[in-house]
């Protein structure tokens, strides 16, 4: 069994920064594949990005070179950092991962705007 559970969202200003993290309960957190994905009102859930067990990590396009996914695997905690938002960034953020079964975190809120 794997929980998931988000923190970090915010209400922020355009151009502004926060930190996301995604805290994981069992011992498998340092050989899973870690995503963050998120969804806008009205919108299909979408994969934000993705960090696989050696850090390899991967960006959707509308947010490469403003957010960084990374994971501390002492901690078995996954980070967002996320830099210069935008009112598109609003949405729920979640934790996800696979484990013989899909795993979502609650979620966290994130709303950008001034």
């Known amino acids: 069994q794997v929980q998931l559970v988000e923190s970090g969202g915010d209400l922020v200003q355009p151009g502004g920064s926060l930190r996301l993290s995604c805290a994981a309960s069992?011992?498998?957190?340092?050989?899973?594949?870690m995503s963050w994905y998120r969804q806008a009102p009205g919108m299909q859930r979408e994969l934000v990005a993705r960090?696989?067990?050696?850090?390899?990590?991967y960006y959707v396009d509308s947010v490469r070179g403003r957010f960084t996914i990374s994971r501390d695997n002492a901690r078995s905690t996954m980070y967002l950092q996320m830099d210069s938002l935008k009112p598109e960034d609003t949405a729920v953020y979640y934790c996800?991962?696979?484990?013989?079964?899909?795993?979502w975190g609650q979620g966290t809120q994130v709303t950008v705007s001034s």
């Open positions: 996800y991962t696979w484990v013989g079964r899909n795993y």
């Open positions: 069992g011992s498998i957190f340092s050989s899973s594949v």
């Open positions: 960090i696989g067990s050696s850090g390899s990590t």
